[in-house]
């Protein structure tokens, strides 16, 4: 396994994007932005990782990532955050953010495994009037609110 960063026509990446965001207008609203990160088994793109600025400086958010689901729990998305990580100290960040679901508790085990730790909730981010389907379930959970965290890139 390999990762590069993607220069290709992001929409080949769809299928990640759609593991990562069950809103296709979110998705269409965000996918051209930032850098994208790629895991790759030989040519076939096995995860991806995007990363975009805030606005704030130093600041960066891991805006989506998801790796196909036959290659999940083999190390690969921990990978995809190091070179986030590489990739954000590269550029002097100093704080990279990232968002899930609070249904989600697989992604904020994942999230607090790579150092990452809790900082706001918004809550009903995911409603129908920002593209999600009403009733959607995560593990049993109403998909209804946003959980931020983040990772101080200084130590």
Do not use: W
């Amino acid at each position: 396994m390999h990762i590069d960063r993607y220069d290709d026509d992001r929409a080949r990446l769809l299928p990640l994007f759609t593991l990562a965001d069950d809103s296709p207008a979110q998705i269409a609203a965000y996918i051209s932005r930032g850098e994208v990160l790629v895991a790759r088994d030989g040519e076939l793109a096995i995860g991806h990782l995007q990363i975009v600025e805030t606005g704030e400086a130093g600041v960066f958010e891991l805006k989506s990532m998801a790796v196909t689901e036959h290659r999940q729990r083999e190390g690969v998305g921990q990978q995809l955050v190091k070179a986030a990580l590489e990739y954000c100290r590269a550029r002097n960040g100093r704080r990279l953010i990232v968002s899930t679901a609070a249904a989600d508790t697989g992604n904020l085990r994942f999230y607090q495994r790579q150092g990452f730790r809790m900082s706001k909730i918004v809550r009903d981010a995911f409603a129908p009037a920002n593209g999600y389907k009403e009733g959607t379930m995560v593990d049993g959970i109403p998909l209804r609110d946003q959980v931020f965290l983040d990772l101080n890139l200084n130590g």
